[in-house]
């Protein structure tokens, strides 16, 4: 029997080369259609994914489609496919959809956090999934500087140099930054989609922002500038997590 299912990821990055099936390394779509390839009697299985994220980063709400032939009801795939995948890789949900449904190109929102560990000493527990960040930061330019991305608009100043699509306009419909409690900050950022490492590119000049060495007025003329070497330095990939996807209806 073939069915078309959605399956919704989470995932800790640290062990994986990122999203993308590639020649070598550990990949999460490389893992989960190794997972189904067994599950459907050793058949080849492509899974589509929402959102490629890069190597070292998280997911807590990745969303995937593949079309499966098999006879088994959703709650005993789920279990079979849990217990197939690695500890790193878990599957939340299994839901039949139908066959015009695409991961990436259905989606209407991307929302990615990017955290940040504020204290002193760099929390152990934290280390893995936040960037250790004990400096002052002056967060009312920040929010300044945060006030001013949203917009459609050209984002080629915060694109990393494999990035290979089309058109670079993306919709960024919210910018923020929460730190309560202070040591354990995020920023959150969602929009239509994203650019290869543009929320790492972001935050990387955001940064800057809030210790002095660039000024909130700057964030215009960067984003108008499109070149990449205006903006700040690409943040460290393991504080960066895939939040929430949104599809029609949700």
Not at 14 to 41: C, H, I, N, P, Y
Not at 92 to 108: G, K, Q, T, Y
Not at 214 to 236: F, H, K, L, M, Y
Request: with cysteine; charged share 25%.
């Amino acid at each position: 029997m073939r069915r078309h299912l959605r399956i919704d990821l989470a995932y800790d990055g640290t062990d994986f080369s990122g999203w993308q099936v590639q020649a070598k390394g550990r990949t999460v779509q490389g893992t989960l259609e190794a997972a189904l390839f067994r599950l459907q009697g050793d058949r080849p299985v492509r899974v589509n994914g929402a959102g490629r994220t890069d190597a070292g980063a998280h997911a807590r709400a990745q969303v995937a489609d593949a079309f499966l032939e098999t006879d088994l009801g959703l709650p005993e795939l789920n279990y079979a496919l849990l217990r197939m995948l690695p500890a790193d890789l878990r599957a939340i949900r299994l839901r039949e959809v139908p066959e015009s449904f695409h991961a990436r190109r259905d989606a209407v929102s991307k929302t990615y956090r990017y955290r940040l560990d504020r204290s002193n000493h760099g929390d152990p527990f934290l280390s893995r999934y936040a960037l250790h960040h004990p400096y002052a930061l002056d967060v009312v330019a920040m929010q300044e500087a945060l006030l001013r991305l949203p917009g459609e608009r050209d984002w080629s100043a915060f694109a990393g140099a494999k990035c290979k699509v089309k058109s670079r306009v993306r919709d960024l419909r919210e910018a923020s930054f929460q730190a309560e409690p202070k040591e354990d900050a995020y920023f959150s950022f969602t929009a239509n989609g994203f650019l290869t490492h543009m929320v790492r590119n972001l935050v990387g000049t955001l940064l800057e922002v809030a210790r002095g060495r660039t000024s909130p007025e700057q964030i215009n003329r960067i984003v108008a500038s499109r070149d990449r070497a205006q903006a700040g330095p690409t943040a460290p990939a393991h504080g960066l997590l895939l939040w929430e996807i949104r599809y029609p209806g949700e």
